[in-house]
């Protein structure tokens, strides 16, 4: 299996952090974050990584080199700028196309529970070129309320489980995606790939299958969640990044 991970953005929602240490190399629990994506990956059987890099690449490179601290293959796919999930896909497509095998992309700032070989077994069923990974666990950082006709409340709930498929980032895709990328100038523009390409495909009746399981994840790309993990024990921590 070959895996695509996202880690180009600036990280903004990090920032100070950030402003010197790109967002996959901030600190957690002894290792980088992305190092906790890259072990759960290959736990899953994932040999083969290609990582989109692009603010202060040199720092994750100088840290990944070519995978082989941990007996894998790391290539980079390199950008001046970031160029949206869909225009990362389209520069690493050198590195990604093959005819035998799709192809996993992932967040490099989300920790996920989810065993990525069921995500594989589920797109080559379905024999579809496109999968997205939704999750029933998604716990809303907002209250909600129930209000009834009269407008009066008569339920709070506060930070609830939305209990609703949510695309935690993760899509497995095969070659037939980079024509569809094409079509908007991803040379020269941001591509979003739920936003801009996935419509596309809808639109055109191509088929996108859904990948839907109770697991827990979590975006470690927001300063709270940073912290939160930051300051757990140690063992309650270790609890969420490694997935046993």
Known sequence: ???????????????????YIPKPM?????????????????????????????YLAEQIENYFGKGEKWGV????SYGA?????????????????????????????TICHLKYQ????????????????????????????EVDTKQRIVKFLEKTNLNEPVSMGSYVLDKSIFPY????????????????????LLEQGVPIYGFVQDFP?????????YEKLVQMPKEKALGILVMK
């Open 81 to 109: 700028l970031p160029a949206g999930k869909a225009g990362e896909i389209w520069r690493a497509r050198g590195l990604l196309k093959d005819d035998k095998e799709s192809f996993l992309v992932v967040p490099g700032d």
């Open 118 to 145: 069921d995500v594989f077994a589920f797109h080559r069923k379905h024999d579809g070129g496109t999968s997205v990974v939704f999750s029933t666990q998604y716990r809303l950082e907002v209250g909600l309320a």
């Open 26 to 54: 901030i600190p957690l629990q002894g290792k980088p974050l992305m190092e906790w994506v890259l072990l759960h990956l290959i736990s899953c059987g994932v040999e083969e990584f290609v990582i989109a890099v692009s």
């Open 181 to 200: 990328i094409e079509k908007f100038g991803p040379e020269n523009n941001e591509v979003d790939l739920p936003g801009e390409v996935f419509p596309l």
């Open 1 to 19: 299996m070959k895996a695509l991970i996202l880690a180009a953005g600036k990280g903004t929602r990090l920032r100070p952090i950030t402003d």
């Open 73 to 76: 293959k790391i290539n980079y």
């Open 217 to 225: 994840w979590w975006d470690v790309g927001r300063l709270t969640d």
